[in-house]
């Protein structure tokens, strides 16, 4: 418990200095100084208000991330989609998010302790900021791919993956830019037993 509480405080470290880039992205996109505030005061929105603005920023983020050639990542908004609506995640800094999830990840909704994911399975959160004065704009996209057993040990055979909302790669813990998204894996410890990956929560969840 002790563990997974330090690994919880990073991630809201690391949160942090997601924000950071976030809100550089956002004044560069917007040329504001309201867009670098974004990510301090996220807007509270209903369920339905989120998937509106989500609505409206869907093909704009695809067409963004699609720039980064990623083939795994090739029409990831048609895979299986985890949430109802977007939520706010507190380790993506403070943006909504969504929870993707291709074909061969066929377990990830009913995962139990000590059980994982098949080779293949890829995982992708796209993000979006929504201030309280009424500012929007794409965020990263967040991808975990489920490598073959044995390629990546210091990583449980998961790499981490960080698009920008114009397809630049922040890092690739397989490719360019490791070092950037290295932490990730740090954050992920905290759910270990669900084989280092996170879900919706409770109240997002489709069905419930």
Same mark, same amino acid.
């Given at each position: 418990m002790f563990s997974r509480l330090i690994a /919880?405080?990073?991630c809201l470290i690391y949160a942090l200095s997601f924000a950071i880039v976030d809100a550089r992205q956002a004044l560069a996109q917007s040329g504001g100084e309201d867009a670098h505030l %974004?990510? $301090?005061?996220p807007a509270e929105l @209903?369920? $339905?208000? +989120? /998937? &509106?603005?989500?609505? @409206? /920023?869907?093909?704009?983020m695809a067409? #963004?991330?699609? +720039? %980064?050639?990623? $083939? &795994? /990542?090739?029409?990831? &908004?048609?895979? =299986?989609?985890?949430n109802d609506a977007p939520y706010i995640s507190a380790t993506h800094g403070q943006r909504f998010v969504n929870s993707y999830a291709n074909r061969m990840a066929h377990n990830y909704g009913t995962l139990q302790e000590g059980e994982k994911l098949p080779t293949g399975s890829v995982l992708a959160k796209d993000s979006m900021t929504v201030t309280d004065e009424g500012n929007t704009h794409p965020g990263a996209l967040f991808v975990m791919e489920k490598l073959a057993? #044995?390629? @990546?040990?210091?990583? +449980?055979d998961w790499r981490y993956i960080m698009?920008? =909302?114009d397809g630049s790669l922040f890092g690739d813990t397989m490719g360019d830019r490791a070092d950037n998204v290295a932490y990730c894996h740090d954050c992920h410890e905290a759910v270990a037993d669900r084989d280092y990956t996170f879900f919706v929560p409770e109240e997002y969840v489709v069905g419930n």
């Amino acid at each position: 418990m002790f563990s997974r509480l330090i690994a /919880l405080r990073l991630c809201l470290i690391y949160a942090l200095s997601f924000a950071i880039v976030d809100a550089r992205q956002a004044l560069a996109q917007s040329g504001g100084e309201d867009a670098h505030l %974004a990510i $301090e005061n996220p807007a509270e929105l @209903s369920k $339905e208000e +989120a /998937l &509106q603005i989500y609505t @409206s /920023l869907q093909k704009r983020m695809a067409q #963004g991330y699609a +720039a %980064a050639q990623f $083939e &795994q /990542l090739r029409n990831y &908004q048609n895979w =299986p989609l985890f949430n109802d609506a977007p939520y706010i995640s507190a380790t993506h800094g403070q943006r909504f998010v969504n929870s993707y999830a291709n074909r061969m990840a066929h377990n990830y909704g009913t995962l139990q302790e000590g059980e994982k994911l098949p080779t293949g399975s890829v995982l992708a959160k796209d993000s979006m900021t929504v201030t309280d004065e009424g500012n929007t704009h794409p965020g990263a996209l967040f991808v975990m791919e489920k490598l073959a057993e #044995g390629t @990546s040990p210091e990583t +449980a055979d998961w790499r981490y993956i960080m698009v920008m =909302p114009d397809g630049s790669l922040f890092g690739d813990t397989m490719g360019d830019r490791a070092d950037n998204v290295a932490y990730c894996h740090d954050c992920h410890e905290a759910v270990a037993d669900r084989d280092y990956t996170f879900f919706v929560p409770e109240e997002y969840v489709v069905g419930n």
